[in-house]
Nanobody, 115 residues
Framework: QVQLVESGGGLVQAGGSLRLSCAAS????????MAWYRQAPGKQRDWVAL???????NYADSVKGRFTISRDNAKNTVYLQMNSLKPEDTASYYC?????????WGRGTQVTVSS
């Protein structure tokens, strides 16, 4: 069992960068696939990126080439480096496993990208 806490969001201009962190209270080593999700107002929560335990990654087409997901099992932390941010990236960002475990959803962290 782990508790996940997202942080690192904020307000940034288009073209800027942010690094999000997902800190786990317990070990994430046993979770094969960790992932980031995001939810914009009035929209569904969408998958953004995943990282497998061996470091293999995959991304939604909308963020491919701009975002990088990584995990540090020793620190029990998952990261999302977001570059070349666009206004359409504005959303609350959450981490979880894939497939999700409902109990793992945290408060998320808000990312707002201005034009």
């Amino acid at each position: 069992q782990v508790q996940l806490v997202e942080s690192g969001g904020g307000l940034v201009q288009a073209g800027g960068s942010l690094r999000l962190s997902c800190a786990a209270s317990g070990s994430i080593s046993s979770i094969n696939v960790m992932a980031w999700y995001r939810q914009a107002p009035g929209k569904q929560r969408d998958w953004v990126a995943l990282v497998i335990s061996d470091g293999i990654t995959n991304y939604a087409d909308s963020v491919k080439g701009r975002f990088t997901i990584s995990r540090d099992n020793a620190k029990n932390t998952v990261y999302l480096q977001m570059n070349s941010l666009k206004p359409e990236d504005t959303a609350s960002y959450y981490c979880n496993r894939l497939p999700v475990t409902s109990e793992y959803w945290g408060r998320g962290t808000q990312v707002t990208v201005s034009s």
